[in-house]
């Protein structure tokens, strides 16, 4: 049995009246790739912006065996709990070069950075060739491939990412979603993938859970739940 | 002729202080939105703390370059303190509030630092000690260069441009310009946020210190409400470059001190002061984001 590198219990999200998270519990296994799956609205981002402590919550969160609650965001980046925020979070101000330094902003070893950049070319050429442009000059995809390079150069122990696949076209999501697996199969990456787009979250996840308004509704193997009459019939369209 | 180039030369040092000045409330508002009005009273500590230091040190018994850069590293302390304790105590615990609520707050500090000056250091005028003295260097006709112009305008530009360096060439600047764009985004990266904008205080209120020295020997009549007229001047010049712009606060205060003393030269000196919020109605007017700034609309 593999290390459990995310727990959570019984986790809370309220904005002043409203609850958008209402106590749900998960967790996540050393090289797993689980998805969160639910529609607009569900808790999803929710969910991943207190993980980082981006929003206060209620509930046990613990990374690696130690509590998260309470610790700034800056801290939980630091213990390599690393988020690709929905709409990517990009700093349209800052090159394309900047913005991956960024990802890197609390490493010393700066050789092993510039080969990981490298690496990061491998997986995404044309990042390289538009290294000192504005990131605000990227197309939609080109701009999800510098989130996911920049959080990679975070040195992640758990990558969450929150709908990677939002507004791009679908040539480009099936590229995400092949360097997703990639990233799992090769590196041993572990990942929680946020998904509105069911189907390929389910297909390319060892487990997943389903999220509706603020609650865990169903769980399981992502094959499982790909086949299942209740999932397909909510999320696949039938 | 030889006049006007003698105004333009007066008006590009008054313009080098409002841009000093306007560089601070533009780079809080860069990162907070905020328009932090107590940026003028951190200027008026400035002055002050150069006042009060020279009845311990007598700076001004030996006038000369050491004493005016002793003076200058007491009042960039001094402020970036103000600055700090003033982020830390009034915005901080406000950080998520109503942007009304924090500007309220801002204009209280501003008010409880001038009537405490006054009650502090009295109300009536103290003469800035001279830590340097002014020599005319160049008359040629009637154009007049003094010591006091080159070192205003050469000042001015090593600050600015140490501040160009410190946040476009290093990490800790790559740091405050994402905190610019995105605070969640920034943190993200594990950037300490918080220890960013700090940062900012500390870089705008050292400028305010180096602009407290240079206008305190040029004008060196100084007292608790100094900071209110010049303040405004300065905030009029960042909106008019842009709020949240860098070079927009730097041409915004040139243009702010040229168009200042041509008013004074050419038209009357009674509307010295009316000329910045006349400019400041013109921008809303015309143009509210200012010369380089982009145009955001708020969203609802
Ligand atoms: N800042 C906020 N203030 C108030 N309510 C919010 C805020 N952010 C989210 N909500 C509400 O919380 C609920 C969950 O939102 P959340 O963004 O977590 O959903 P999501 O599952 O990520 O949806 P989507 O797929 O559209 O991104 C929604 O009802 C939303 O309206
Ligand atoms: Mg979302």
Redesign the pocket.
């Known amino acids: 049995m593999s290390k459990e590198i995310l727990s959570v219990q019984d986790l809370k999200v309220n ?2 009246p ?1 609850e ?2 209402k106590g749900i519990s998960f967790d996540v296994y050393e090289g797993e790739v689980v998805s969160l799956i ?10 991943l ?1 207190a993980l980082s402590s981006l929003i206060a919550y209620s509930g046990q969160v613990s990374f690696l065996g130690e509590p998260l609650n309470g610790i700034a965001a800056h801290k939980v980046v630091k213990k390599g709990l690393i988020q690709t925020p ?1 709409g990517r979070g990009i700093f349209l101000n800052l090159s394309v070069r900047e913005n991956l330094e960024l990802g890197a902003f609390l490493r010393k070893d700066r050789s092993n950075i510039k080969k990981e950049m490298d690496q990061c070319f491998d997986l995404f050429p044309r990042l390289k060739e538009r290294l000192n442009r504005s990131a605000g000059t990227l197309s939609g995809g080109e701009q999800q491939m510098l989130a996911i390079s920049r959080s990679l150069l975070s040195k992640p122990k758990l990558l969450m990412l ?2 990677p696949s939002l507004g791009l076209a679908p040539k480009i999501v099936l590229q995400i979603f092949e360097i997703i697996k990639k990233l799992n199969k090769e590196d041993g990456l572990s990942i929680l993938l ?1 998904e ?1 787009n069911a189907a390929m979250a389910l297909k390319s996840s060892h487990r997943a859970y389903v ?1 509706e308004t ?1 609650k865990i509704t169903l769980s399981g193997k992502g094959e499982e739940l790909f086949s299942s009459d209740a999932v397909r019939k909510a999320y696949l369209g039938g | 002729m030889e006049d006007f180039l003698q105004h333009v030369l007066n008006g590009l040092n008054l313009g080098a202080i409002y841009a000093l000045i306007a560089l601070g409330y533009t780079m809080v508002y860069g990162v907070l939105q905020l328009i932090n009005f107590a940026h003028a009273e951190v200027y008026m500590l400035g002055a002050f703390s150069i006042y009060y230091s020279n009845k311990w040190l007598h700076l001004s018994d030996h006038p000369g370059w050491t004493s005016f850069v002793i003076s200058i590293l007491i009042a960039v302390m001094v402020c970036s303190l103000v600055g700090l304790t003033i982020e830390r105590l009034a915005y901080r615990p406000l950080r998520g509030a109503p942007r009304l609520n924090v500007l309220i707050t801002a204009i209280g500090v501003s008010l409880f630092l001038q009537f405490s000056g006054q009650a502090v250091f009295g109300a009536d005028p103290k003469l800035f000690p001279q830590v340097l003295q002014d020599k005319d260097l160049i008359q040629f006709g009637q154009i007049q260069i003094r010591s006091f112009d080159l070192t205003i305008i050469g000042v001015s530009l090593a600050a600015m441009a140490l501040l160009h360096f410190l946040i476009h060439h290093t990490k800790m600047g790559m740091a405050i310009r994402a905190v610019r764009h995105s605070r969640s985004s920034a943190s993200l990266m594990g950037i300490n946020v918080d220890l960013m904008i700090s940062l900012v205080f500390v870089l705008g209120s050292s400028l305010a210190g180096v602009g407290a020295v240079l206008v305190g020997l040029k004008y060196p009549k100084i007292d608790p409400l100094m900071g209110m007229l010049i303040g405004l001047k300065a905030f009029v010049a960042a909106v008019l470059g842009g709020i949240g712009s860098l070079p927009g606060a730097v041409v915004g205060g040139l243009l702010m001190g040229l168009s200042e003393e041509m008013v004074v030269a050419y038209l009357s000196s009674t509307y010295r002061d009316a000329l910045a919020f006349g400019l400041l109605i013109v921008i809303l007017v015309f143009r509210p984001s200012g010369l380089f700034g982009k145009y955001e609309v708020e969203k609802v």
């Open positions: 904005y002043g409203i958008a998270v639910g529609s607009n609205g569900a808790g999803k981002s929710s969910t912006r929905e929150d709908e946020v509105q999220l603020g």
